[in-house]
């Protein structure tokens, strides 16, 4: 019995994603499980195919593929896992999921900042945790986390669940930067200033602005450019529209960010393969392609964004290392349901 029959009569009523199994081989090919949209995806694969002859296969799923690589263990036809949030990336790592990237370009290109320090996984793209802010009724240019805090901005804000991965990456950093009582006092004040029990998902907050429901939104980036070319719905170009993003921090420690990125699964079949992909991912004309197509910034600092994501200024990001943002993640968890922060304000 070959490998993919051994490993389909392993896991026959225990996969945890509906997704069919492709059609995995092992030669003169490269697997990827991939979080990411086959939109933004499929145009670096083509490119890195035509590159390199290397025949990229794809598994596409919104959840579950780290519970899959677990399951699947030495069986698993994955070479390369792509997916989004400092907290899988390094949640792959302590379930020895990952082995090291050995290819060289990982640290010619990539900051120490946005990789693991023993190559288990790194960065690919950024995406910063910005304030949307009406352009009628905000006349500042310039705000830090702290400012949002002030008696100036009660009931003017709004944001998503605390406990969505977005947020708890925001104020993972800020124990990692400033410490757990400093966070609480913040994140307190930051609660009691929403306009609502924080809800929805960062469009909403956006769209909010426009209705007149709160003046500022902490809300990725990305959104930004994907609303403005929304034809689908039309509609988001105007919530959009009605916003102007600023960096916070821009003047001091920067921007807090999380990312998007990669590992090479531990028991990889096409190992050789899987480092080349890598590489590429790393290479000025892949992260142009992250850029453009995505709205979010290149890990690799010597890559533009593209031209829409500078109109709206230019991040410096925090230099917090990802690691460190990921070791308080838990606290940041424990600290949003100890203030009751989905509540929202207190007094």
Not at 87 to 107: D, F, R, S, W
Not at 124 to 142: N, P, Q
Not at 143 to 154: A, F, N, Q, R, V
Not at 282 to 306: C, K, R, W
Request: proline share 5%; glycine share 8%; charged share 20%.
């Amino acid at each position: 019995m070959n490998k993919l029959a051994l490993l389909t009569a392993a896991l026959l009523g225990t996969a945890t994603l509906s997704v069919a199994m492709p059609a995995f081989a092992q030669s003169g090919e490269v697997n990827i499980y991939s979080y990411r949209e086959q939109s933004l995806l499929q145009p670096l694969l083509d490119k890195f195919t035509a590159e390199t002859g290397i025949e990229a296969k794809v598994l596409y799923a919104g959840d579950g593929l780290l519970e899959r690589v677990a399951a699947e263990g030495e069986l698993s036809p994955a070479d390369v896992v792509l997916t989004v949030d400092i907290g899988n990336l390094v949640g792959a790592e302590e379930q020895g999921l990952t082995q090291p990237i050995t290819t060289p370009v990982l640290v010619e290109r990539v900051p120490a900042a946005f990789r693991d320090d023993d190559a288990n996984w790194t960065a690919l793209s950024l995406r910063a945790r910005v304030f949307y802010v009406s352009k009628d009724r905000v006349d500042a240019t310039a705000l830090s986390y702290e400012d949002i805090t002030g008696p100036e901005w009660k009931g003017r804000l709004c944001t998503r669940s605390g406990s969505h991965p977005y947020n708890i990456g925001l104020i993972a950093q800020r124990i990692a930067a400033h410490g757990l009582d400093a966070t609480r006092t913040w994140l307190a004040g930051v609660r009691d200033n929403l306009a609502y029990a924080p809800t929805g998902g960062d469009r909403e907050g956006v769209k909010n602005i426009l209705a007149g429901t709160c003046d500022l939104s902490i809300t990725n980036t990305y959104y930004m450019g994907a609303m403005l070319n929304n034809e689908k719905e039309p509609e988001q170009k105007d919530w959009a529209s009605a916003s102007r993003i600023i960096y916070p921090d821009a003047d001091t420690d920067g921007t807090q960010v999380n990312v998007a990125g990669g590992f090479i699964a531990k028991h990889a079949p096409n190992l050789d393969n899987a480092n080349a992909l890598i590489a590429f991912l790393l290479s000025d004309e892949a992260q142009g392609i992250y850029a453009d197509t995505n709205y979010e910034f290149p890990v690799v600092p010597s890559v533009s964004p593209s031209e829409l994501t500078q109109s709206w200024g230019t991040l410096k990001a925090v230099q917090t290392p990802l690691v460190d943002v990921a070791a308080h993640r838990a606290e940041a968890a424990a600290l949003v349901d100890e203030l009751k922060f989905d509540l929202g304000p207190q007094n």
